[in-house]
């Protein structure tokens, strides 16, 4: 008899310490309440409270979270419908807050994050909503980290997954943006054709004055030979003219020799003539080249001083008279 007893006494006692032994898992904290009021915070690994007295309140999950917000009808400040889900990142930094400020800490942070979603967003138009994301994200972090700081909660992010505006509204759009990619398409495509209009112009802007430089010059040219050629022909003069005035018949003669030549070459380079019959006769033509070199002896025999009368240049033959020279002139 005193056995059974002294076994059934350790068997109540073993039990009384395995209820007494709390074990908390990594990334959990229990609440410890003495007869229902909270007194104290089992923290991870091995802790002792003696049963009946001690029990364990709440188990708090203190990792960061991850809550889903349903999607939701909310609409924008120019009275369009949109469509809205996002995800709220969250942590439990006082699992007594956690567990006794607030009754059910996920619903409450949910319809938190609800209402002041629509909000932000419903003070916003259709195109900022759209392009505003990281705004709204921000301003709906603010909010609720600053409402849900009694609770013991860090919100850590505030993401908004997916807007989703009516049909018609995003037909309309995808025409808006397919319209204002014509316009900067065809606002590149002027200015393309105005860029190579502008080269062209000066292309031939360039091409002109180059041209008219040339022209210029070419007239240079030609106005220099001219008077380079008038200088020869008043020298040419000039010299018959002393030739004619100490005396020689020979000048008058090369000035018809002259014109007579040209008279010929013009016959020959006319475009109308075929067949041209001259009644010239080669002496005639050799005379008159006498009769040319006869003024050339003559200009020498003045410059180098005169000579005793009845004499000639050495080696000097006699002349035979040109075409328009009489015997014994």
């Given at each position: 008899?005193?056995?059974?007893?002294?076994?059934?006494?350790?068997?109540?006692?073993?039990?009384?310490?395995?209820?007494?032994?709390?074990?908390?898992?990594?990334?959990?904290?229990?609440?410890?309440?003495?007869?229902?009021?909270?007194?104290?915070?089992?923290?991870?690994?091995?802790?002792?409270?003696?049963?009946?007295?001690?029990?364990?309140?709440?188990?708090?999950?203190?990792?960061?979270?991850?809550?889903?917000?349903?999607?939701?009808?909310?609409?924008?400040?120019?009275n369009a419908m949109v469509a809205v889900d996002g995800v709220v990142f969250f942590q439990v930094l006082d699992p007594a807050k956690a567990a006794y400020e607030v009754s059910d800490v996920y619903i409450a942070i949910m319809q938190l994050t609800t209402t002041n979603l629509r909000t932000v967003m419903?003070?916003?138009?259709?195109?900022?909503?759209?392009?505003?994301?990281?705004?709204?994200?921000?301003?709906?972090?603010?909010?609720?980290?600053?409402?849900?700081?009694?609770?013991?909660?860090?919100?850590?992010?505030?993401?908004?997954?997916?807007?989703?505006?009516?049909?018609?509204?995003?037909?309309?759009?995808?025409?808006?943006?397919?319209?204002?990619?014509?316009?900067?398409?065809?606002?590149?495509?002027?200015?393309?054709?105005?860029?190579?209009?502008?080269?062209?112009?000066?292309?031939?802007?360039?091409?002109?004055?180059?041209?008219?430089?040339?022209?210029?010059?070419?007239?240079?040219?030609?106005?220099?030979?001219?008077?380079?050629?008038?200088?020869?022909?008043?020298?040419?003069?000039?010299?018959?003219?002393?030739?004619?005035?100490?005396?020689?018949?020979?000048?008058?003669?090369?000035?018809?020799?002259?014109?007579?030549?040209?008279?010929?070459?013009?016959?020959?380079?006319?475009?109308?003539?075929?067949?041209?019959?001259?009644?010239?006769?080669?002496?005639?033509?050799i005379g008159t080249l006498g009769g040319i070199g006869e003024i050339a002896k003559e200009a020498l025999d003045r410059s180098s001083g005169p000579r005793p009368a009845g004499t000639s240049a050495a080696g000097e033959r006699p002349r035979r008279p040109g075409p328009f020279e009489t015997p014994g002139?």
């Amino acid at each position: 008899m005193v056995a059974t007893t002294t076994f059934f006494i350790l068997v109540l006692t073993f039990l009384y310490l395995g209820a007494s032994v709390k074990v908390v898992r990594q990334g959990f904290q229990y609440t410890i309440e003495y007869f229902g009021r909270f007194v104290t915070v089992a923290k991870p690994g091995f802790n002792f409270y003696p049963a009946f007295f001690y029990r364990v309140g709440k188990k708090v999950n203190v990792m960061e979270q991850v809550l889903d917000i349903p999607g939701q009808e909310i609409i924008t400040k120019d009275n369009a419908m949109v469509a809205v889900d996002g995800v709220v990142f969250f942590q439990v930094l006082d699992p007594a807050k956690a567990a006794y400020e607030v009754s059910d800490v996920y619903i409450a942070i949910m319809q938190l994050t609800t209402t002041n979603l629509r909000t932000v967003m419903g003070s916003m138009d259709l195109d900022e909503l759209l392009s505003k994301r990281d705004e709204i994200n921000a301003r709906l972090l603010s909010v609720v980290d600053h409402a849900t700081s009694p609770w013991g909660v860090k919100i850590t992010r505030v993401e908004i997954k997916d807007i989703r505006p009516p049909a018609d509204i995003s037909n309309a759009m995808a025409r808006q943006m397919k319209a204002e990619r014509d316009k900067r398409a065809a606002i590149l495509e002027a200015e393309g054709m105005r860029a190579a209009e502008i080269l062209r112009a000066e292309g031939e802007k360039q091409s002109q004055i180059l041209e008219a430089e040339g022209r210029r010059e070419a007239a240079f040219r030609d106005a220099e030979a001219r008077e380079r050629a008038a200088e020869a022909e008043a020298k040419a003069t000039r010299m018959v003219s002393e030739a004619i005035e100490a005396g020689s018949a020979q000048a008058i003669n090369y000035f018809v020799a002259q014109k007579y030549v040209d008279a010929v070459r013009e016959f020959a380079t006319s475009p109308n003539a075929k067949t041209i019959l001259f009644p010239v006769e080669a002496t005639q033509l050799i005379g008159t080249l006498g009769g040319i070199g006869e003024i050339a002896k003559e200009a020498l025999d003045r410059s180098s001083g005169p000579r005793p009368a009845g004499t000639s240049a050495a080696g000097e033959r006699p002349r035979r008279p040109g075409p328009f020279e009489t015997p014994g002139a």
